[in-house]
């Protein structure tokens, strides 16, 4: 008999943002908990409408900051988290982040994007001194989070070809670029492919039971799949103002898929 080598206990952070308990990604989110669990992980779990998250970023995350002073949002939360100041919302979710060796995003997909909820907690959470700025490693090429994986867990309501090649909505990595390299990469997780749930507005049983046994076999791959290999900012595919050179790419190459390493 063949023993298999159990993987190390890892530490997943997976960020919640549905308004119904009751929906299919409350479903996944409570899926992928049991499953990674029962692999031997550590999970947490932020449900951003359960814990009614702020959305928005004003003053009133950086309240040692001086009151009469004009808001400057990079140079203020900079500051306040540098010096351990931030609102206590906010601090308890980077910490989660720093604990963490891989964050889940488990959303639907409502316009495009993720729902303001959580758009909210990224714009709160990864803040200058934390997830980018002059204080930490640049972006693009291993920054302030480096070491940790990052899965996007998304249900969409359209048919799955129409997030393909020639797909009216376009390709689901091109909606998914802003998560995927704007925020992953940037500030220095590498991000896996996407998993995503078509047709989720009306997913019969089988369908749903058949999108479980799919996510349970990508969370076991958490840690083993190849990220997506996005091209770093100091690995000399980048001129001083950020452009890619010309001429790496292959031949054919274009759009985002520029900022991709050929493959093989």
């Known amino acids: 008999m063949t023993e298999t080598t159990p993987q190390p206990r890892k530490r997943i952070l997976v960020v919640s943002a549905h308004p119904e308990p009751r929906s299919l990604n409350a479903a996944l989110t409570a899926f992928a908990v049991e499953h990674l669990r029962a692999a031997g992980h550590e999970v947490r779990v932020s449900d951003l409408y359960a814990m009614k998250w702020k959305a928005t970023?004003?003053?009133?995350?950086?309240?040692?900051?001086?009151?009469?002073?004009?808001?400057?949002?990079?140079?203020?939360?900079?500051?306040?988290?540098l010096a351990g100041r931030l609102a206590p919302d906010v601090a308890a979710e980077q910490e989660k982040?720093?604990?963490?060796?891989?964050?889940?995003?488990?959303?639907?997909?409502?316009?495009?994007?993720?729902?303001?909820?959580?758009?909210?907690?990224?714009?709160?959470?990864?803040?200058?001194?934390?997830?980018?700025?002059?204080?930490?490693?640049?972006?693009?090429?291993?920054?302030?989070l480096t070491g940790r994986r990052a899965l996007v867990?998304?249900?969409?309501?359209?048919?799955?070809?129409?997030?393909?090649?020639?797909g009216i909505h376009g390709r689901l990595a091109d909606v998914l670029h802003p998560l995927q390299h704007g925020l992953f990469w940037f500030t220095g997780m590498a991000p896996l492919e996407p998993f995503a749930v078509y047709g989720s507005n009306d997913l019969p049983e089988e369908r749903f039971a058949a999108a479980r046994r799919e996510y349970g076999r990508r969370l076991d791959g958490l840690f083993t799949d190849e990220p997506v290999p996005y091209r770093t900012l100091v690995g000399g595919d980048y001129d001083h103002d950020m452009r890619l050179l010309p001429g790496v790419e292959e031949p054919g190459t274009s759009g985002l898929d520029l900022h991709l390493r050929p493959r093989g």
């Open 153 to 166: 867990s998304v249900t969409a309501g359209a048919r799955e070809t129409s997030f393909a090649e020639r």
């Open 97 to 144: 982040v720093r604990w963490s060796d891989a964050v889940i995003l488990q959303f639907p997909l409502w316009w495009f994007g993720p729902p303001a909820i959580l758009k909210g907690w990224i714009d709160r959470v990864f803040t200058a001194g934390f997830g980018y700025g002059p204080k930490v490693p640049p972006p693009y090429s291993g920054g302030a």
């Open 57 to 81: 970023v004003d003053a009133d995350d950086f309240p040692e900051d001086a009151v009469d002073r004009r808001l400057n949002v990079m140079d203020v939360s900079e500051r306040a988290t």
